[in-house]
């Protein structure tokens, strides 16, 4: 079980051009079909972006590359864009599409931007990773909240 497991964790590293590193506490694969499950604390860390969750599905391609992530149950994350925004957040499922570095957060999203100071809620929000674009949804009768943190001009208090 010991070499599967390493095998694996191999496997899915093998899979991108930068080191990617996943700590679980059960796994499933399914080479033919191009799925592997992570069950149980799952922590993912690629360069400085890491994903945590309680179930992570790895989606692949004839040619062994990742084609999708799908995290699910209590996701929490750290991303960086291409531009070098930092982003932190929460949400109970995140997909993530590694060939177009774009993330969609679904259910109780909150993602604060960090080296900006904003901070989005709702229930559907897409970050478009290369493009440095946010768009946000609210639920049905709840609205997306952006809040801003505004510099006090001297003087004012």
Known sequence: ????????????????????????NQFDSDEKAGITIFRGDVNII????????????????????PTKFVAEGNASFRIETEKGASYRGKSQKVIYY?????????????????????????DEVVLKSIEGKAYAKGAHKEPVIMTFTMPEKEGKK
């Open 46 to 65: 690629k360069a400085k972006d890491e994903l945590n969750a309680s179930k992570v599905t790895i989606y692949t391609d004839a040619q062994h590359q």
């Open 1 to 24: 079980m010991k070499y599967l497991t390493i095998l694996t964790i191999f496997f899915v590293s093998s899979l991108l051009s930068e080191d990617l590193k996943v700590k679980a």
């Open 98 to 122: 590694p060939l177009i570095k774009e993330y969609h957060f679904f259910t109780n999203v909150y993602l604060r931007q960090i080296d900006e100071k904003k901070e989005i809620t709702g």
